[in-house]
């Protein structure tokens, strides 16, 4: 998103706006280094100094032989290089969750690893129909299966093993 000219005005009284509008500008920037709650109960909204960075340092990748924890959803056991675009078939799609404008990646993934989700959610429902294991929300997903990891996903364990970490990720 650009940022608007604010110090180009046509009417002199919209000159009084400029220093909010500044500020208003330098709080998005500060927001979109953050990464909202997923979830919020009612009247529970988390301070935004509790939201994690987008980019955390201490979140590392997984090494090998690590095994993460999601939900079990969808039986079946799939190994594939992990992907989270641009998928070849065999390979294993890691997304932050998926919705209707993603299936058309459901094509070809030999199983399916999200971060959101439940055994309701679009990633398993459509994991489900075409046959091919998913295990949704396991925590950090997408930051821990880099894309070319080489997960085993166990879509009736819930579990995520990764056998070999990609060149150049700290083990």
């Not at 070809?108 to 998913?134: N, Q, Y």
């Amino acid at each position: 998103m650009r940022r608007p000219h604010t110090n180009r005005t046509p009417h002199r009284e919209s000159t009084l706006f400029v220093d909010i509008i500044a500020e208003l500008w330098d709080w998005w920037e500060k927001l979109s280094e953050l990464e909202p709650p997923l979830i919020v109960e009612a009247g529970k909204i988390p301070p935004v100094t509790e939201w994690p960075r987008r980019k955390d340092p201490s979140t590392t990748s997984a090494v090998s032989d690590e095994v993460l924890t999601g939900l079990a959803t969808c039986a079946g056991v799939a190994t594939g290089r992990a992907h989270s675009a641009e998928l070849q078939p065999g390979e294993i799609l890691t997304a932050p969750w998926t919705d209707p404008g993603l299936t058309p990646s459901f094509t070809s993934p030999e199983a399916v690893l999200v971060k959101v989700g439940s055994s309701m959610s679009h990633a398993a429902i459509v994991s489900r129909e075409l046959g091919f294991s998913c295990v949704p929300g396991v925590k950090d997903a997408t930051k821990r299966v880099v894309d070319g990891a080489m997960p085993t996903v166990d879509g009736g364990a819930g579990t995520v093993t990764v056998l070999e970490a990609p060149a150049g990720c700290k083990e």
